[in-house]
């Protein structure tokens, strides 16, 4: 079983900043199938990257997501107040469940 | 508009059964491997089961918490996703999600479209 850990817990920072999120995996696993989510009050997660790397379709420049093996990051350039949420990493290697998240990092806009 | 709807969530007790339902509309569902994924009240997202689509035999996998207990099954001719639960526990509340699977290679095959979830509440 593949276990995602993210840091920080939560993240405090104002409009203008930059976030940067990590999640470490207690294996690598193949294809960089690792995906990132972001998460409001009340609703569905959606989806921000997906491959390590590629933001899936309409999500802004400004997600950013990196790495490989067992260490990814993500990071929020230039900072909205529309950016907090809890964001939560995810391993989906087809095969490979249970396809776990993250415990999540809540990012607070002050 | 690609859209997953649920239902059939509500107040059960321990012990007991739901069935809840995932509609899918906007695109061929028929195609697409097909998720659940439960959220505690103020927790995370857990990943409870999949069930692929009929070129790869309907096969199906479950989180080893519910496995046993749930099954998750699909009717491609309504398009329609079903999470058959049983035996359920108090640790089993949570809101459910559907969620579709993209297609495409391993690295594609990410969770592109979610429902809006339907509550269950499991206490006596």
Not at chain 1, 40 to 69: E, H, M, N, V, W
Not at chain 2, 50 to 74: D, H, L, M, P, W
Request: proline share 4%; with cysteine; glycine share 10%.
């Amino acid at each position: 079983e593949i276990v995602l850990t993210q840091s920080p817990g939560t993240l405090s920072l104002s409009p203008g900043e930059r976030a940067t999120l990590s999640c470490r995996a207690s294996q690598s696993f193949s294809d960089n199938c690792l995906a990132w989510y972001q998460q409001k009050p009340g609703q569905a997660p959606r989806l921000l990257i997906y491959g390590a790397s590629t933001r899936a379709t309409g999500i802004p420049d400004r997600f950013s997501g990196s790495g490989s093996g067992t260490d990814f990051t993500l990071t929020l350039s230039r900072l909205e107040p529309e950016d907090s949420a809890v964001y939560y990493c995810h391993q989906y290697d087809n095969g490979r469940s249970p396809y776990n998240f993250g415990q999540g990092t809540k990012l607070e806009i002050k | 508009e690609m859209q997953l709807v649920e239902s059939g969530g509500g107040l059960v007790q321990p012990g007991g059964s739901l069935r809840l339902s995932c509609v899918a509309s906007g695109f061929t569902f028929s195609d697409h491997y097909m998720d659940w994924v439960r959220q505690a009240p103020g927790k995370g997202l857990e990943w409870v089961g999949r069930i692929r689509n009929k070129a790869n035999s309907y096969s199906t996998e479950y989180a080893t918490s519910v496995k046993g207990r749930f099954t998750v099954s699909r009717d491609d001719s309504k398009n329609s996703l079903y999470l058959q639960m049983n035996s359920l526990k108090t640790d089993d509340t949570a809101v459910y999600y559907c969620a579709r699977i993209r297609l495409g290679d391993k690295r594609l095959k990410v969770f592109d479209i979610w429902g809006q979830g339907t509550m269950v509440t499991v206490s006596s």
